[in-house]
């Protein structure tokens, strides 16, 4: 996910690369584990004050289903629209301040939007963070209705074979709400609401 961009930096403001992407991004984020590679198309376009990279990209992430709590393949699909700038001047080499850019000041000093010395415009940390918010908040498996996730009636039978415990389902277990604590009470109105409104 790394662009030499010298020549791009060159060229007259409006010039444009267009890259597709196929790549493995295993590694990108240790809490996240990829099943497939990064895939779309990446545009960098020359602005006055350095690099407008737009695209539309895709990947594959291992979550958990959050009613039987299987590990599932979760699609993350996400645009992207970012604005790097050079951290030194193609030509001459000198260091530019972030005050000879316009431009919101948390957005200039952000390192993940700096192309290097070496005129490397990294977009990992861009894709990164793009990859967490376009994750599902509520994963789930594709079965769809009210009563037990077949996946959940699967591993609790699994379970139960190997401890021989006794277990609930969701129609009839022990009826948990006034203990649970309050710090979860909103979380979990949030996702029966949710429920809800899928049945
Ligand atoms: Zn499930």
Not at 13 to 33: C, M, N, Q, V
Not at 34 to 45: A, D, M
Not at 89 to 94: I, P
Not at 147 to 165: F, H, Q, T
Request: include cysteine; charge should be negative.
């Amino acid at each position: 996910m790394q662009f030499n961009v010298a020549q791009l930096l060159k060229e007259s403001t409006g010039a444009t690369r267009r890259y597709e992407l196929t790549e493995s991004i295993d590694g990108l984020d240790e809490e996240l584990k990829f099943l497939g590679p990064l895939v779309g198309i990446v545009q960098l376009l020359r602005t006055n004050s350095g690099v407008l990279v737009t695209g539309e990209l895709s990947s594959v992430v291992q979550v958990t289903c959050n009613r039987c709590l299987e590990p599932i393949a979760a699609a993350v699909r996400f645009n992207l629209e970012e604005s790097f700038r050079p951290l030194t001047e193609v030509y001459t080499g000198r260091y530019l301040r972030p005050d000879e850019f316009e431009g919101l000041e948390e957005e200039l000093e952000d390192a993940a939007l700096l192309i290097d010395e070496r005129h490397i415009l990294d977009l990992s940390e861009v894709v990164r963070q793009a990859i967490w918010l376009a994750l599902p908040m509520y994963p789930g498996c594709n079965w769809e209705g009210s009563g037990v996730c077949p996946n959940l009636g699967k591993r609790m039978a699994e379970l139960s074979d190997l401890a021989d415990i006794e277990l609930y389902t969701d129609e009839e277990g022990p009826h948990e709400e006034d203990e649970i604590d309050p710090r979860w009470a909103a979380l979990l109105k949030l996702r029966s609401d949710d429920d809800s409104a899928k049945s």
